[in-house]
């Protein structure tokens, strides 16, 4: 089992800036693949980011590209979403993932492990 819990949400502007941590434990975190996801009200859940482990690899939905940054100190078993200048359209709860393998997907699906979310909302 792995369990993982997220912080750092909170209400901003827009051009504004939020880091999300998820911290993870249980089993070896090291042999995960995470992940970042968000729904919005009213919204399918989406994929915003993935890393691979041990971090060399990640990759981005197009709408956060340049904007969002995640990352992972497998040390301390967790992994952060650094997000700059966030727009209205960002707000959503954030979800981390972790799927036991050396690669993230897109997939929500192929994760194994979720936390509970943590609200970002941003003003306009």
């Known amino acids: 089992q792995v369990q993982l819990v997220e912080s750092g949400g909170g209400l901003v502007q827009a051009g504004g800036s939020l880091r999300l941590s998820c911290a993870a434990s249980?089993?070896?975190?090291?042999?995960?693949?995470m992940g970042w996801f968000r729904q919005a009200p009213g919204k399918e859940r989406e994929f915003v980011a993935a890393?691979?482990?041990?971090?060399?690899?990640?990759r981005y939905a197009d709408s956060v590209k340049g904007r969002f940054t995640i990352s992972r100190d497998n040390a301390k078993n967790t992994v952060y979403l650094q997000m700059i200048s966030l727009k209205p359209e960002d707000t959503a709860a954030y979800y981390c993932?972790?799927?036991?393998?050396?690669?993230?997907?897109?997939?929500?699906?192929?994760?194994?492990?979720w936390g509970q979310g943590t609200q970002v909302t941003v003003s306009s």
């Open positions: 993932a972790a799927r036991f393998t050396n690669y993230g997907t897109t997939a929500g699906y192929e994760y194994d492990y």
């Open positions: 249980g089993r070896t975190f090291g042999r995960y693949a």
């Open positions: 890393i691979s482990w041990p971090g060399a690899s990640t």
